[in-house]
């Protein structure tokens, strides 16, 4: 099955079609309105002097199909880096087809190979699928852990008190 899958590291010229992946994803998780990225942004974001995270594309028959954005982060408690996922999307039409596992299947090879000490990721709690997915893969939740996040607008706030 999906022998005719490939996936491939992202390039520049592919900054359109990251795009795309990010609107649907965004239309999919309910939260269009945080999209604030731009060409410009994800250029530099991703192909700058000091690249912050690496894209892959999943291609069905030379099709667009799938995409995954990463990172790596740090862990003290284990002394390693970390690969940690942002997103992984398959086009809702393809889905039930094994891209999304060859997905998660090539970025765990990746931590692996780069001798990482783990992978996290969140997933939405509405996001049923996707969290029996992954625990069908081994992979727990970390229920005891409270995700926070500041924005820029709050970051700005609390720098200029």
């Known amino acids: 099955m999906n022998s005719g899958f490939t996936i491939k590291q992202?390039?520049?010229k592919d900054i359109p079609l990251l795009i795309s992946f990010i609107k649907k994803i965004?239309?999919?998780e309910k939260l269009t309105h945080e999209v604030i990225a731009t060409e410009e942004i994800l250029r530099e974001s991703l192909f700058g002097k000091k690249p912050s995270a690496e894209v892959v594309f999943g291609y069905l028959e030379s099709e667009p199909a799938?995409?995954?954005v990463y990172f790596y982060n740090f862990s003290t408690f284990t002394g390693k880096k970390g690969l940690y996922l942002e997103d992984l999307f398959v086009l809702p039409k393809l889905r039930g087809k094994g891209i999304g596992k060859k997905m998660l299947l090539h970025l765990i090879q990746k931590a692996s190979d780069e001798n990482c000490g783990r992978m996290e990721w969140a997933v939405l709690d509405w996001n049923?699928?996707?969290i029996n997915f992954y625990k069908s893969l081994?992979?727990?939740s970390l229920d005891e852990w409270t995700i926070f996040r500041m924005d820029e607008k709050a970051m700005k706030k609390v720098l200029s008190y």
């Open 26 to 28: 965004a239309e999919y």
């Open 66 to 68: 799938a995409y995954a």
């Open 10 to 12: 992202a390039e520049e």
């Open 138 to 140: 081994g992979a727990k």
């Open 128 to 130: 049923e699928p996707a």
